[in-house]
């Protein structure tokens, strides 16, 4: 049965805290499944052991898939946490403008499942003023997650009245899971494009340094 992220209520307890310690890596394992997952779009014992097994099997390449930098587009990096456990080799990074448009694609009010409340209990560095929403981001797509796929790991976090304002963070299963429901989150480093240079005789893009026009005497 499907549950959204709950674990910022207001009357829940204050345990979180945005500070973590290397120490915090060797708490999470990459066999774990991620808190979050347990309780979101799974619905079968057989799903539910498929996914267990592709994450044994193929977890380490997944995890290692990791986008490098610099880019010639800027990204929201989640720093080798997958976006979903449920695919293997899923995406540990997602393109700003996708995040850009989906967060501009997402409902300005609470709605049932998403986006949801969030109290900022972690006391993450959110842009938005607290309470802010929070809304799972899909990569791959530039219009807004809806109910039916997994919501996957990561959230924007924005006011209704501002959705040009945002954050991004996701379920981080390398930080110790709490006693409440979901794993806590981490923010998204964003990690902008590299700046392009143009080859001072033809003016086109220049890549590592070098113009790759033909004949060109460039850069
Ligand atoms: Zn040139």
């Known amino acids: 049965m ?10 829940g307890s204050d345990t979180g ?41 193929a977890a380490d390449a997944a995890y290692d898939r990791q ?46 499942p998403y986006p949801s409340p969030y109290y900022n209990r972690e006391e993450l560095a959110l842009q938005a003023n607290i309470p802010c929403l929070h809304h799972p981001i899909t990569p791959g797509q530039t219009t807004a997650w809806q109910e039916g796929p997994s919501p996957g790991a990561v959230r924007s976090f924005y006011n ?3 959705r040009t304002v945002f954050d991004v963070a996701y379920h981080d299963p390398k930080k110790a899971i709490s006693t409440r429901r979901n794993d806590p989150f981490t923010k998204a480093v964003y990690v902008a494009a590299a700046p392009r240079t143009v080859c001072s005789q033809c003016n086109t893009y220049l890549r590592n340094g070098n113009c790759t026009t033909p004949r060109c005497i460039g850069p």
């Open 67 to 112: 986008r490098r930098s610099p880019t010639d587009s800027s990204y929201y990096d989640l720093d080798s946490t997958p976006w979903t456990n449920e695919q293997p080799g899923a995406q540990t990074w997602i393109n700003a403008y996708e995040v850009r448009q989906q967060v501009a694609d997402s409902p300005a009010t609470e709605q049932q």
């Open 17 to 57: 805290s945005a500070s973590t310690t290397t120490s915090s890596q060797s708490i999470g394992s990459r066999s774990t499944i991620s808190n979050y997952s347990r309780h979101t779009s799974v619905s079968s014992t057989s799903t539910t052991s498929r996914v267990t097994a592709l994450r044994s099997s």
């Open 160 to 162: 209704g009245n501002d």
């Open 2 to 11: 499907y549950q959204r992220d709950r674990q910022q209520s207001p009357q």
